[in-house]
T-cell receptor, first 116, second 112 residues
Framework: DVKVTQSSRYLVKRTGEKVFLECVQD?????MFWYRQDPGLGLRLIYF???????EKGDIPEGYSVSREKKERFSLILESASTNQTSMYLC???????????????FGAGTRLSVL | GENVEQHPSTLSVQEGDSAVIKCTYS??????FPWYKQELGKGPQLIID?????GEKKDQRIAVTLNKTAKHFSLHITETQPEDSAVYFC???????????FGKGTMLLVSP
């Protein structure tokens, strides 16, 4: 089974702090994704990466950055946390789309971040 | 870009009833439509999917239908059970692109 592990289930940080959310997958997937989940807004893509050191902006990248130094690890960085970044953050991974491969994403359990 | 609308946002049914969740998409280039189930405290997990060259797909008590002309697809759950209670997300994907565009989700509550 694919396993996507997010380092923290709950985090409480103060406004202005630099926050790191870590995600590790064990299936050698090329693609990794960061989403935030808010009630009534569904899953919104923040950033994704299709290879080591590669990154692409998603729909809501403002206030976030990412780092992918190793294939299995994808980090989300909040340079200066703000209260409107209080949310559930979900990491996902997937294989590259080759031939008739399906675009199946495997999710971690999420990190609930509170910024006070 | 793609836009996926999902209805209803909440759905309450009695155990044994059927539940239907509907989604529409905007980009006619989308050709893959997965459904994810998110149980409390867990990340979303794929439960069923359909490609654009298929009109319907079934897996035990769940089925998905697709109407390409109208650009809508639906999830049908029959004989609902309390363990079906969860948030369900539809999504759409364009061939060759690794990203999924998700709907806003439907909270399904199945009462015993």
């Amino acid at each position: 089974d694919v396993k996507v592990t997010q380092s923290s289930r709950y985090l409480v940080k103060r406004t202005g702090e630099k926050v790191f959310l870590e995600c590790v997958q064990d299936m050698d997937h090329e693609n990794m994704f960061w989403y935030r989940q808010d009630p009534g807004l569904g899953l919104r893509l923040i950033y994704f990466s299709y290879d080591v050191k590669m990154k692409e902006k998603g729909d809501i990248p403002e206030g976030y950055s990412v780092s992918r130094e190793k294939k299995e690890r994808f980090s989300l960085i909040l340079e200066s946390a703000s209260t409107n970044q209080t949310s559930m953050y979900l990491c996902a991974s997937s294989l590259p789309l080759e031939g008739l491969a399906k675009n199946i994403q495997y999710f971690g359990a999420g990190t609930r971040l509170s910024v006070l | 870009g793609e836009n996926v609308e999902q209805h209803p946002s909440t759905l309450s049914v009695q155990e044994g009833d059927s539940a239907v969740i509907k989604c529409t998409y905007s980009d006619s280039a989308s050709n893959y439509f997965p459904w994810y189930k998110q149980e409390l405290g867990k990340g979303p997990q794929l439960i069923i999917d359909i490609r654009s060259n298929v009109g319907e797909k079934k897996d035990q008590r769940i089925a998905v239908t697709l109407n390409k002309t109208a650009k809508h697809f639906s999830l049908h759950i029959t004989e609902t059970q309390p363990e079906d209670s969860a948030v369900y997300f539809c999504a759409a994907s364009i061939s060759g692109y690794s990203t999924l565009t998700f709907g806003k989700g439907t909270m399904l509550l199945v009462s015993p």
